[in-house]
């Protein structure tokens, strides 16, 4: 039996690699026009897939790599990303690379009347606005007291996974589940839904069954495990080196103490049984 034959029959979509499969795709380009119809309450002509990494504002910019990135009929930029760790800083995160949807707009031209609106669209599996209980928040940039709209080139939508149950948007609360489920029998009930929800339980089945989408996948699995061991060590050596430098600085401290007591006029035998005194 392969390595790829013990991974789950059909792969989960939460999976940030089995998501670009699905979505990212130009075959299933329909899947994601309905998804995007879903969230943003809007009826979509055409989506065009685009490179997904985001182009650098300066030469030294960090590298950006979205999951998947796509512009509507109407020039609007679209990141779409799926997260199930909980990373530090996600909101300023968001908002960089949000930031970045707009910036590589204006290239070398500087002009900035073809800039679109960028939407980002985070779906994450943990809670991460907590100053909401809402699945589907959409931030934008408005006036503090009067809250009217400084424009549209900016929205961030963040959908909670962990939060389906108080999803009021039927269509988007199906895609959510879909996104969520693991399960053959739970996409099975989905898929029966509507053909939307059926045609993408059939295409994850084709993506689930490639041997090449199942060792990409399992690639990614044993990539995120080796980060998880990674961090795991450093935290283990960094509490052991604390330790370490504690004890050091702890024994200059008496030393410098002791040092200061001699100089007082104390004498050695003095000096010694104050220091046995502080251990």
């Not at 990212?24 to 490179?51: H, Q």
């Not at 989905?190 to 090449?212: G, H, M, P, W, Y």
């Not at 004890?247 to 104390?266: C, D, P, T, V, Y």
Request: charged fraction near 35%; charge should be negative.
């Amino acid at each position: 039996m392969s390595q790829s034959d013990k991974l789950p029959k059909i792969l989960p979509p939460k999976s940030d690699i089995v998501f670009k499969m699905l979505f990212g795709d130009e075959r299933n380009v329909d899947l994601l026009i309905s998804l995007l119809e879903a969230i943003l309450n809007v009826k979509i002509d055409s989506v065009t897939l685009l490179d997904t990494v985001l182009k650098p504002e300066h030469i030294d910019d960090k590298k950006c790599i979205l999951d998947v990135k796509a512009e509507l009929s109407g020039g609007e930029r679209i990141n779409i990303e799926i997260q199930v760790k909980n990373i530090k800083e996600m909101r300023s995160r968001i908002t960089h690379y949000n930031n970045r949807l707009v910036a590589e707009q204006i290239g070398d031209s500087g002009d900035y009347s073809a800039i679109k609106p960028a939407i980002s669209i985070i779906i994450i599996d943990y809670p991460l606005i907590h100053e909401s209980e809402k699945c589907h928040n959409v931030f934008s940039m408005l006036e503090k007291d009067e809250h009217f709209p400084f424009n549209d080139l900016q929205e961030i939508h963040i959908l909670h996974l962990c939060r389906i149950d108080m999803e009021k948007m039927p269509k988007v609360a199906d895609w959510l589940s879909f996104i969520s489920s693991d399960k053959e029998e739970d996409f099975m009930i989905l898929a029966e839904k509507n053909q939307t929800l059926s045609r993408a339980f059939e295409r994850l089945k084709v993506i689930s069954a490639d041997e090449e989408s199942r060792i990409i996948y399992e690639a990614r699995l044993k990539e995120q495990r080796d980060t998880r061991a990674e961090i795991s060590t450093a935290r283990w050596e960094g509490k052991i080196e604390g330790k370490i430098e504690g004890r050091i600085e702890g024994k200059i401290e008496a030393a410098q103490e002791m040092i200061q007591f001699l100089k007082s006029g104390h004498t050695l035998e003095e000096a010694e049984k104050m220091f046995l005194l502080n251990q």
